[in-house]
């Protein structure tokens, strides 16, 4: 196998609630990780591996162990396959975070809660990743409760999300007459007591000894039914993003996980071409790039270090390696990387295309940056959303008004919220598209910064990066406009709104200038 196709970077998806965390927790057991649920045991006399997370995660208090979890797994053919979980924040508001994390995965697994169906915030990671054709496979959790009935459930997948299903296995009741899951890819009988018989197909007779002879009946006429009433699993179409192959299943009780595993390792993609422009950039070439996807701040407020979170996207990387910053011209050697290999093994000292590396800097590298070993192009589609919510931020203290400075350029550096300097008056305003942002903000300037400080409604609530072809039309049209204009943290210019419809009647009234709801950082 191509080494670069040994990779499976993945990330889960879910309703909070669903059995996201749960689901993980197995997954990383059944493929032997030493990190379990945020908690780091190195092992053996792998002293360099030791040192290096205790000093970063326990020293300085950062805790990077959830964000990235790696395990292996033999695929069905035998050869070892290299799992990257990627963590995506668990909160019930969409975060700018959890979108970027989704650009930095391969495919992603949907958790759906069987008793609920598709739930809100689903439903929206369920949006972002079909923007970017991400393949998704689904596991309907908590088959060990009373739950819909699987029919209901797939027909909610197809038409919620307008996707095409096919159920991979099928639960023999579910709740007090649950007796086990017939995997159809398989042909096998997994019990609630974790033995797994092979069986011929559904109508081999041993069916009717390995479980009552009501679940045998209704297994036959439900999969009868399924299996002709939904398309049959179809690798190009999942690929694609148009089909989501289903697997019922129990993450408490671990049904059906096995076979979940299982399918990623044989069907999800391994690492893809990436967008980038002037060309696109295939895992294959020989030479390293990369992107930046996270920036995670220290947690522990005496130190300003941050991880940059880097999903190489080509050639083999080193540490030690000195890679350019695309967007600065600088290089960077890359001397104390962060592998998440959670294998019993010497630290790895090298990553391939899908891998996530850590590099820890002090506020340098920023989300949305290519680093490569010299060549100038720049990955695409790492963007930042126009705010929903736009506020003023009043020091309860006036002293402070250079740490505040500070912080909120920090802020904006790590992707926590956005940053706009109106071209006139001096009241910064930052901008975020979640609620849970603004909170985050406030606690972090007391805990970090030592800085009290409240929100003020700001006379605008929404933002649009401005571009033109010809500099001078941006100019005549930010002329007329001093309040109302501003600059992001890279100088960018910014229209600030009072509302979506001001938007459009501005944009409206000038024709020669682009008004974007993205800016992907140049
Ligand atoms: P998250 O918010 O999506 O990460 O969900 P958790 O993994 O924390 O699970 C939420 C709750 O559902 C917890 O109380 C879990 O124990 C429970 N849970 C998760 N998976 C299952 C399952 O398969 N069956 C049952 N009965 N409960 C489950």
């Given at each position: 196998m191509n080494p670069s196709e040994s990779r499976r970077t993945f990330a889960i998806i879910s309703h909070p609630d669903a059995g996201k965390t749960t689901l993980t927790e197995k997954l990383l057991l059944a493929g032997g990780a030493i990190h379990l649920a945020g908690e780091v045991r190195a092992r053996g006399n792998n002293r360099r591996a030791r040192s290096d997370w205790m000093k970063i995660e326990q020293q300085r208090g950062i805790s990077v162990t959830s964000s990235v979890m790696t395990f292996e797994?033999?695929?069905?053919?035998?050869?070892?396959?290299?799992f990257n979980l990627l963590d995506t924040p668990g909160h019930e508001d969409f975060s700018e975070d959890t979108y970027r994390t989704l650009t930095a995965v391969d495919s992603a697994v949907m958790v759906i809660d069987a008793a609920k169906g598709i739930e809100a915030q689903t439903r929206k990671l369920f949006e972002?990743?079909?923007?970017?054709?991400?393949?998704?496979?689904?596991?309907?959790?908590?088959?060990d409760r009373e739950g819909l009935d699987p029919f209901v459930l797939l027909d909610e997948v197809a038409d919620k999300?307008?996707?095409d299903v096919t159920p991979m296995n099928w639960p023999i009741g579910m709740g007090g007459i649950y007796e086990g899951l017939f995997d159809f890819r398989r042909n096998t009988l997994s019990r609630p007591d974790k033995t797994d018989e092979h069986l011929t197909g559904l109508d081999d007779p041993r069916l009717e000894t390995l479980v009552s002879p009501e679940g045998a009946a209704r297994l036959r006429e439900e999969a009868e039914l399924a299996l002709g009433g939904y398309g049959g699993f179809d690798l190009a179409a999942y690929r694609h993003g148009d089909q989501t192959p289903v697997f019922f299943g129990s993450a408490l009780r671990e049904y059906g996980v096995d076979a979940l595993i299982g399918a990623i390792g044989d069907y999800a993609p391994p690492p893809r071409q990436q967008p980038a422009?002037?060309?696109p950039i295939t895992p294959d070439e020989g030479n390293v790039s990369g992107f930046i996807f996270k920036v995670q701040a220290n947690m522990n407020p005496q130190h300003r270090d941050r991880i940059a979170f880097l999903r190489v996207c080509s050639g083999?990387?080193?540490?030690?390696?000195?890679?350019k910053q695309v967007q600065t011209g600088k290089t960077i050697a890359i001397n104390s990387p962060i592998f998440?290999?959670?294998?019993?093994r010497e630290l790895a000292e090298t990553a391939l295309p899908g891998d996530i590396i850590g590099i820890p800097n002090h506020g340098v590298l920023r989300v949305g940056d290519t680093l490569t070993e010299g060549e100038a192009i720049t990955f695409t589609g790492i963007p930042n959303f126009a705010p929903e919510i736009l506020r003023r931020i009043r020091l309860l203290d006036p002293t402070k008004t250079k740490q505040l400075r500070t912080a909120l350029v920090d802020m904006a550096e790590e992707?926590?919220?956005q940053l706009f300097k109106p071209l006139v008056g001096s009241q910064w305003i930052v901008g975020v598209v979640g609620q849970l942002q603004l909170e985050v903000l406030i606690s972090r300037l007391q805990a970090e910064y030592n800085v009290a400080a409240e929100f003020e409604p700001a006379p605008f609530e929404t933002a649009r990066w401005l571009s033109a072809d010809d500099p001078a039309d941006l100019k005549a049209f930010m002329e007329g406009r001093g309040g109302a204009m501003a600059e992001d943290r890279d100088g960018a210019p910014v229209f600030l709104a009072r509302d979506a419809w001001e938007v459009n009647y501005v944009a409206e009234r000038a024709p020669k200038v682009r008004f974007s709801a993205t800016r992907e950082r140049a």
């Open positions: 797994r033999p695929s069905s053919t035998g050869e070892t396959l290299t972002v990743c079909r923007l970017r054709s991400v393949p998704i496979a689904t596991f309907i959790n908590k088959v999300l307008a996707l422009i002037p060309r083999k990387f080193r540490r030690g390696m000195k890679l998440f290999f959670a294998q019993d992707g926590v919220t």
